[in-house]
């Protein structure tokens, strides 16, 4: 049997270790191919709050799921003391003592093998493939190859993978900016956003691609046109243009969601404040995003604020929150009575847009027999006067 096997920290797994293994079993013909995060890495420690072993595990699976043969073993993680790869090597030879054994490094790895525990041992026993890791390394490694041949008998056989020049500690790095999604196979950041690893910040396209499928097409116009506005918004008025692009994009994620539905996400997050009547099912929609926002694409407190209060406002509102509720009110779409006259000021004076636009929305609900929301007047009562009234 033909087996190989790819370790590492897979803090987070991504596409240059996809693209390896997977043209690795290809061109060795493998049986099987192992993927096994570490536990204790013994060359490097692992970063203060990041992801735990289990959340490393189910994020190699993600990763690595549709290549044939594949399996992600988690005997490091289930031993104790450091993950020597020596001791990894040892059990999968006792499995099947006869057959071939491939272990798959980057150049990296590959450079510093014999020094590792038991190297020696394990240059005379492993058959091993490097594959490059930056543009230009193939030359490095084949006469490292040929050196190791030399001094060890070492079997060898350099993967012709494309080099995709991203390691994981960069993409952390990345990912805390606001970027690196590219990088990451859609499950594996998908997985890091909802559970807020890395101190991530949502990619606006990346999180876009994920949150569509949860609007109507009919709604799609909209959410673009409040994407727009608000990153202009807060372009002029000196606001984080991730945050407010991250909070456009999901404002009105869970609108199309059953009422049921909607009270679940509430509940499940817990610290919703909002007391469900028939009467403000309108609004509804706000809270229930904010939860699923958080729960479900792991956005920071400001963005579930903004999006939380994006439909009735509230007394003392941030100014992430006046941006959003603005954006969803005069995005280019919006025909209202008056939207024009709100656009242009917004420009100049965003409590005051925000003041008329309050009043506005307060007048067609009344015009139109519906009960506005309690915390809509109060938005409205603060900004004239500075406090709600007692």
Same mark, same amino acid.
């Given at each position: ?129 490097? !594959?490059?890791?930056?543009?230009? =390394? ?6 490292? /190859?040929? *050196?190791?041949?030399? %001094? #060890? @008998? ?121 007391? !469900?009547?028939?009467?403000?099912? =309108? ?6 995003? /904010?939860? *699923?926002?958080?729960? %479900? #694409? @792991? ?92």
């Amino acid at each position: 049997m033909r087996r190989g096997f790819l370790g590492g920290t897979f803090n987070p797994p991504h596409l240059g270790h996809v693209q390896a293994a997977a043209e690795a079993a290809k061109e060795l013909e493998l049986d099987a191919l192992y993927l096994i995060p570490a536990g204790i890495p013994p060359h490097k420690e692992l970063p203060e709050g990041g992801a735990t072993g289990e959340q490393r595990l189910e994020m190699t699976r993600l990763a690595f799921d549709g290549i044939p043969g594949l399996q992600v073993l988690d005997w490091e993680l289930r031993r104790k003391g450091k993950s020597y790869t020596a001791d990894t090597v040892e059990a999968l030879r006792t499995e099947d003592p006869e057959g071939e054994l491939w272990m798959l490094c980057g150049t990296d790895m590959f450079e510093t093998l014999p020094d590792w525990r038991r190297g020696d041992w394990l240059m005379r026993t492993l058959r091993v493939a490097p !594959y490059p890791r930056k543009a230009g =390394e193939e030359e490095r490694i084949d006469a490292l /190859a040929e *050196a190791y041949r030399r %001094e #060890f @008998g070492t079997t060898i056989r350099r993967i012709g993978v494309q080099p995709l020049e991203v390691s994981s500690t960069s993409l952390r790095v990345l990912l805390r900016k606001g970027k690196g999604a590219a990088l990451l196979p859609k499950e594996v950041y998908r997985f890091i956003l909802k559970n807020r690893l890395y101190d991530v910040r949502p990619e606006p396209d990346a999180l876009w691609e994920l949150a569509r499928p949860w609007y109507k097409k009919s709604r799609i116009p909209h959410v673009l046109g409040c994407r727009e506005t608000a990153v202009n918004l807060a372009e002029r008025w000196g606001a984080d243009t991730l945050d407010a692009e991250n909070a456009a994009i999901l404002h009105d994620i869970t609108k199309k969601m059953p009422v049921e539905e909607q009270l679940q996400y509430c509940e499940k997050r817990g610290n919703i404040n909002f007391s !469900y009547r028939p009467e403000y099912e =309108e609004a509804l929609h706000a809270f229930s995003g /904010a939860a *699923a926002a958080a729960l %479900e #694409f @792991g956005v920071s407190p400001e963005v579930e604020s903004a999006v939380r209060w994006h439909t009735t406002g509230r007394a003392d509102m941030s100014l992430l929150e006046k941006i959003i509720w603005l954006a969803d009110y005069i995005e280019p779409n919006r025909t209202t009575p008056g939207v024009d006259e709100i656009r242009r000021l917004a420009e100049s004076d965003l409590d005051e847009a925000l003041r008329r636009a309050l009043e506005s929305s307060l007048r067609h609900l009344e015009e139109n027999g519906r009960t506005p929301h309690p915390a809509t007047r109060e938005a409205l009562a603060f900004l004239c006067r500075g406090e709600v009234d007692s």
